[in-house]
């Protein structure tokens, strides 16, 4: 029985020492994620404002080359001619230099941005974040615009193939309305004002990893407990009852 309860001890440790492990690494993993983002992701301008979008690029590694198209309603937005600015090769921007520029346009009529661009010999791989490109629009109309946003990364692979970069790419909206619209310009009334909806509070990652692993830790040593004890007093019952004689 002393050999079990050793055995089910290493194990219980083995366990726990386990999501020690794994859940910090997961987290690492989740916290360092490569993302291209529109940024802001949503914006709620008026009709006739001035906005910029930026296009940004977070948590890369060994990054060679840049593909980026970004759409939106030409209905409600008209993007500024020439307003278009890249940040490549720069402090605030990405990927080293030397570079290439493959394509850098912007089409109203289209809806669309795109821009190709790769580091060159002898130049190595970027690390890091930073800005893309950033765009200005005028708002024409109101509604709601997707500025969509598809974008390819590739690494640097010398004397290799490049491989593309695994990533998320993040869209963003913008919702517009006309001046007239404006909460100011309408009527309220107290009856009619909504009840705002209490915000629940994010509870962090790190505590609720800890409390899991607690709690597994717990669980498992009480369930451990509860099988030892039984086994312990049967066999002290079974002495009791087949005493040894003298």
Do not use: C
């Amino acid at each position: 029985m002393r050999f079990n309860q050793k055995k089910t001890s290493i194990i219980v440790l083995l366990f726990v020492a386990s999501l020690l492990i794994v859940l910090p690494i997961q987290m690492v993993k989740a916290q360092t994620t490569t993302t291209v983002n529109v940024t802001p992701q949503t914006s709620t301008p008026v009709v006739g404002q001035t906005i910029t979008i930026s296009i940004t690029l977070n948590n890369v590694q060994n990054l060679y080359a840049v593909d980026v198209t970004l759409n939106w309603n030409t209905a409600l937005l008209s993007f500024q001619t020439n307003s278009n600015q890249t940040f490549i090769g720069v402090s605030n921007g990405v990927l080293n230099t030397p570079i290439s520029v493959v394509l850098d346009s912007a089409s109203q009529a289209a809806g669309e941005f795109h821009l190709v661009v790769t580091s060159v010999s002898p130049t190595t791989g970027f690390s890091g974040s930073g800005t893309i490109a950033t765009l200005k629009f005028t708002v024409t109309g109101a509604g709601k615009s997707s500025l969509t946003l598809v974008s390819t990364l590739a690494d640097y692979a010398p004397g290799g193939i490049s491989e593309p970069i695994a990533h998320n790419d993040l869209s963003g909206t913008v919702d517009a309305t006309s001046s007239s619209s404006s909460p100011s310009s309408s009527p309220t009334s107290s009856s009619s004002s909504p009840t705002p909806t209490p915000k629940i509070p994010e509870f962090p990652l790190i505590a609720t990893l800890s409390i899991v692993v607690v709690l597994a830790s717990i669980a498992i040593v009480l369930a451990v407990k509860k099988i030892i004890k039984p086994t312990s007093t049967s066999n002290f019952i079974q002495f009791q009852d087949n005493p040894t004689t003298g």
